[in-house]
């Protein structure tokens, strides 16, 4: 009987060791039994700010396209560059970066470039727009009033018109994924800044972009972007903001959901459906603030109703307490684009702004 008892008990025990071992996915080469199969990595995962500031971006070609516009003292033509929205995984090293490579879905970003006449070695200004809608979008809508005047104030501007905007290719038909590959783009145009001079050798254009002086500019969403950039680069780009859209994402953009045809009710749906699977904060610009390095000049209007004013007093608050770069102007009465009167004064302010920041004892052309 106790032999029987025995060869029972050992049955049972191997029956249990090849159930863990074969059927179960644990593996007993590690004594906290390790699962062998991990699990897949999400999607959108990396398009977290913490992922992205270790992303290297592969830069990109810049070509120039149709002239639009041609004055005495700046002109104006569309620019194209790629970018590769797949951002893959490969030279991932564990701990310092992951390098996004060409995955052979290189797709086409165009956008407007405006040049300084007169030759010289000129400051560049790259250009984030605010939420246009497709229909009535043209390239450089959003940055080509201010662009005109950075330019014949000796500035190199470049604003893109972002995936599914002007003539680039279509953005990811994942909401989401659209969204966050506004920041893909900026961080490759960024990248690909060092390859503008080639593309103006190219086009007999006698003037030279200087790509150790890089600056940032955004209104509304793009001052979104721009924060976003600061953040997963840590660079010290000069940044301009005007009426930023700086609150905490996902709120950032279901507050608009009002001026929607449906009332926001698609955009609620795919935001919930994006909660399943990730934490909003870690794709929420607010939490990351300490990351930013760059000197900052804030504007905004006091009777602005696409960004409360009260935001971008909040934005300032939190940045100074962080001990960071920042000056902050209001300008009371004026509106979302500072059109009731202040527009000149943000203007003047922000070019003299880039020349303190670019000047470093040199002379500025």
Known sequence: MKKLLTILVILVLAAAIYFLKYKSGVSFTNPTFRKVQQE???PLAKYTIEALSKTLFKD?????????????????????????????????????SRTAQDSGQAKKVSGLINLPKGEGIYPVIVMFRGYIDREK??????????????AKNGFVTL??????????????????EERFQTYTTALTLIESVKNLNSALLAAGINIRADPLRIAIWGHSNGGQIALTILETGGEGFPTVLWAPVSKPFPYSV???????????????RVV??????????????????EKINAPIQLHQGGADEAVPIKWSDQLYEQLNKLGKDIKYFTYAGDDH?????????????????????????????
């Open 40 to 42: 897949e990595p999400k």
């Open 60 to 96: 990109s070609q810049i070509t120039l396209g149709e002239t639009l516009n041609d004055e005495s003292d700046y002109s104006s033509q569309i620019f194209y560059f790629d970018v590769d929205p797949s951002i893959l995984r490969q030279g991932f090293d564990g701990e310092l």
């Open 137 to 150: 979008y043209q390239a450089g809508t959003g940055t080509q009033h201010a662009a005109a005047v950075f």
């Open 159 to 176: 604003a893109p018109d972002f995936l599914g905007y002007g003539s680039s290719d279509m953005p990811s038909e994942n909401p989401m």
């Open 254 to 268: 279901l507050y608009y959901t009002d001026d929607f045809d449906d009332h926001g009710k698609m955009l609620r």
């Open 272 to 289: 919930s459906d994006f909660e399943k699977d990730y934490d909003v904060e870690d794709h929420s610009l607010t939490n990351f603030f």
């Open 337 to 365: 684009d500072f059109t009731k009167g202040s527009w000149s004064t943000v203007v003047s302010r922000n070019i003299d702004f880039y020349k303190k920041q670019f000047s470093n004892n040199q002379k500025f052309p």
